[in-house]
Nanobody
């Protein structure tokens, strides 16, 4: 599967953004999907994940209650709605996929999008 992330940009603290990750291929509904982020000088970290049918979602503690992950298997797309953004959310955001359970570490995932930059100004 090939992944294409989009939707990043510059936003003020307290604002919102919605990221999208479009997948190629007809087997998208078989993949667990996740969002990760990487800030300058830091390791890539898990943000949110969703099971293949969308019945289970997982969040990092730092974004719980502010971010929502969802998917539309008919559109081969996974979304990350980000509300109440903070400067510490600034990072390149990556979508990821694997054919197993939701992966909360980078090594758990087999496919990656190219990343989209989110910058939150204070």
């Amino acid at each position: 599967v090939q992944l294409q992330a989009s939707g990043g940009g510059l936003v003020q603290a307290g604002g919102s953004l919605r990221l999208s990750c479009a997948a190629s291929g007809r087997t998208f509904s078989s993949y667990s999907m996740g969002w990760f982020r990487q800030a300058p000088g830091k390791e890539r970290e898990f943000v949110a994940g969703i099971s293949w049918r969308g019945g289970s979602t997982y969040y990092a503690n730092s974004v719980k209650g502010r971010f929502t992950i969802s998917r539309d298997n008919a559109k081969n797309t996974v979304y990350l709605q980000m509300n109440s953004l903070k400067p510490e959310d600034t990072a390149v955001y990556y979508c990821a996929a694997n054919l197993r359970l939701v992966g909360t570490t980078p090594d758990d995932n087999d496919y990656w999008g190219q990343g989209t930059l989110v910058t939150v100004s204070s």
